[in-house]
Nanobody, 119 residues
Framework: QVKLVESGGGLVQTGGSLRLSCAAS????????MGWYRQAPGKERELVAR???????NYADSVKGRFTISRDNAKNTVDLQMSSLKPEDTAVYYC?????????????WGQGTQVTVSS
């Protein structure tokens, strides 16, 4: 069973930085990709950043130039470096991993970590 555990959330002031880390229970190369989503109160969960098995990345427009996603296949971790944080970045951040299978796509989620940016 796949288990994803996030860490690194917390409270930071506007303009500050945080680094989130997601540790997988097994090898992350078995996933087609991994990423970070976030969900703010009253809003839908949205993709923040994603990195594929081959290392290709994509970001939400709102975080481009401020956030960087990276992966370490040896440690089975995916990190999200967040800089120049804004109050609108406040949300619960979720680690995601997915596999493309014959029937479609299997998604796996962590429990989430709270990020709060104070103004």
């Amino acid at each position: 069973q796949v288990k994803l555990v996030e860490s690194g959330g917390g409270l930071v002031q506007t303009g500050g930085s945080l680094r989130l880390s997601c540790a997988a229970s097994g090898s992350i190369i078995m996933f087609n990709g991994m990423g970070w989503y976030r969900q703010a109160p009253g809003k839908e969960r949205e993709l923040v950043a994603r990195i594929t098995r081959s290392g290709d990345t994509n970001y939400a427009d709102s975080v481009k130039g401020r956030f960087t996603i990276s992966r370490d296949n040896a440690k089975n971790t995916v990190d999200l470096q967040m800089s120049s944080l804004k109050p609108e970045d406040t949300a619960v951040y979720y680690c995601n991993a997915f596999r493309i299978v014959a029937a479609g796509r299997n998604d796996y989620w962590g429990q989430g970590t709270q990020v709060t940016v104070s103004s």
